[in-house]
C-alpha cells in the first residue's frame, strides 16, 4: 500500500465513506436517534452537518486562493429522511466534483494555514476523508453498529491529522518533547514540540533515533485516528513515557 494516497484515490475514498455513511443513515429506526460522539446532536443533526460541511468545503475550492472563505450560505437540510438522503447525496457529489475540477495542485483557503499540509485542493481532499471517515463512524456507533476504520483510510489519517491539525510555527510553551506515533500496521511519525512549533515526520528519517521519545503511543492506525478526534479514550492506546506530555498537548490550543 503506498505511503501517500493519489488524488484519485483520495475523491474514490470521499465516495465510498459517504456510500458507507447513507446506508447508515437508512438504516436508522430514525433521525432522531442520539449521536454519543457529538453530544447534544441527533442522526440528522450529524447528517445536515455532513452535508453543510462537504457543500462549504466545495464553495471554497470552487473560489480558488482567497484571505477568508466564501460567505455561508444559511441553506439547511430536509428533515424528511428521503429528501435529507437525496440533498446529502446532491452534497456530496458537489463536493467530488469541484475537486475533480479543480485538481490538486489548485489554491484555495484553508484554516490551517501554518501547519505542514498545503493549501490546495488536494490539502482539502485528503481532510475531507478523515471528515467523512469518523462521521461515518459517528453514525454507525449512533445505530449500534461501529465499524474499524477501512485501514488505507486510517494509515493516511494518522498522517493527516498530525500534519493538518498539530503541525504549528505556534511556540510549544512546555518544556521540548518528542512524541512517537506507531500503527502496528507498520508506520510510525514523531512529532518534535518546541519553541519552533511543532513538526511531524515519518520514521525512519534522517537524523531521528529510535530511542528519542520522550512518550509515545501504539495501536492500530484506526484507534490512532479515533483517539485524535476524542472518539475513543487515550488510554485504549498502548501508552509509553511520559503521560503529562499528552495532557498537555490535549489541553493546548495554539489560538490562544
Same mark, same amino acid.
Given at each position: 500500500?503506498?505511503?501517500? =494516497?493519489?488524488?484519485?484515490?483520495?475523491?474514490?475514498?470521499?465516495?465510498?465513506?459517504?456510500?458507507?455513511?447513507?446506508?447508515?443513515?437508512?438504516? &436508522?429506526?430514525?433521525?432522531? +436517534? #442520539?449521536?454519543?460522539?457529538?453530544? !447534544?446532536?441527533? =442522526?440528522?443533526? =450529524?447528517?445536515?452537518?455532513? !452535508?453543510?460541511?462537504?457543500?462549504?468545503?466545495? &464553495?471554497?475550492? &470552487?473560489?480558488?486562493?482567497?484571505?477568508? #472563505?466564501?460567505?455561508?450560505?444559511?441553506?439547511?437540510? #430536509?428533515? /424528511?429522511?428521503?429528501?435529507?438522503?437525496?440533498?446529502?447525496?446532491?452534497?456530496?457529489?458537489?463536493?467530488?466534483?469541484?475537486?475533480?475540477?479543480?485538481?490538486?495542485?489548485?489554491?484555495?483557503?484553508?484554516w490551517w494555514d501554518d501547519?505542514?499540509? #498545503?493549501?490546495?485542493?488536494?490539502?482539502?481532499?485528503?481532510?475531507?476523508?478523515?471528515?467523512?471517515?469518523?462521521?461515518?463512524?459517528?453514525?454507525? %456507533?449512533?445505530? !449500534?453498529?461501529?465499524?474499524? %476504520?477501512?485501514?488505507?483510510?486510517? %494509515?493516511? !489519517?494518522?498522517? /493527516?491529522?498530525?500534519?493538518?491539525?498539530?503541525?504549528?510555527?505556534?511556540?510549544?510553551?512546555?518544556?521540548?518533547? +518528542?512524541?512517537?506515533?506507531?500503527?502496528?500496521?507498520?508506520?510510525?511519525?514523531?512529532?518534535?514540540?518546541?519553541?519552533?512549533?511543532?513538526?511531524?515526520?515519518?520514521?525512519?528519517?534522517?537524523?531521528? /533515533?529510535?530511542?528519542?521519545?520522550?512518550?509515545?503511543?501504539?495501536?492500530?492506525?484506526?484507534? =490512532?485516528?479515533?483517539?485524535?478526534?476524542?472518539?475513543?479514550?487515550l488510554d485504549s492506546l498502548? %501508552?509509553?513515557?511520559?503521560?503529562?506530555?499528552?495532557?498537555?498537548?490535549?489541553?493546548?490550543?495554539?489560538? /490562544?
Open positions: 500500500m503506498p505511503e501517500t =494516497l493519489e488524488f484519485p484515490d483520495l475523491l474514490r475514498l470521499i465516495d465510498e465513506r459517504s456510500t458507507t455513511f447513507r446506508a447508515t443513515v437508512a438504516s &436508522a429506526p430514525d433521525l432522531h +436517534v #442520539p449521536v454519543p460522539t457529538c453530544p !447534544g446532536w441527533t =442522526l440528522f443533526d =450529524l447528517v445536515q452537518h455532513l !452535508g453543510l460541511g462537504r457543500r462549504k468545503a466545495a &464553495a471554497i475550492v &470552487a473560489a480558488g486562493p482567497a484571505d477568508a #472563505p466564501p460567505a455561508a450560505s444559511g441553506e439547511g437540510a #430536509p428533515r /424528511e429522511r428521503e429528501a435529507l438522503l437525496a440533498w446529502l447525496d446532491e452534497s456530496i457529489e458537489r463536493l467530488v466534483t469541484t475537486l475533480r475540477e479543480a485538481g490538486p495542485d489548485r489554491g484555495c483557503w484553508t501547519s505542514q499540509s #498545503p493549501q490546495t485542493a488536494g490539502g482539502v481532499a485528503r481532510h475531507q476523508v478523515q471528515e467523512v471517515a469518523v462521521h461515518t463512524y459517528d453514525a454507525q %456507533l449512533a445505530v !449500534g453498529a461501529p465499524q474499524p %476504520l477501512p485501514e488505507q483510510v486510517a %494509515l493516511d !489519517g494518522v498522517e /493527516e491529522f498530525q500534519f493538518t491539525c498539530v503541525a504549528t510555527t505556534v511556540a510549544w510553551p512546555h518544556a521540548p518533547a +518528542v512524541i512517537d506515533y506507531h500503527a502496528t500496521e507498520g508506520r510510525s511519525w514523531r512529532l518534535r514540540l518546541s519553541g519552533d512549533g511543532v513538526r511531524v515526520v515519518r520514521l525512519p528519517a534522517a537524523g531521528e /533515533e529510535p530511542g528519542q521519545a520522550d512518550a509515545s503511543a501504539t495501536g492500530p492506525a484506526g484507534d =490512532l485516528v479515533l483517539a485524535f478526534y476524542d472518539r475513543v479514550p498502548k %501508552l509509553d513515557g511520559d503521560r503529562r506530555v499528552f495532557d498537555q498537548l490535549i489541553a493546548w490550543d495554539p489560538s /490562544e
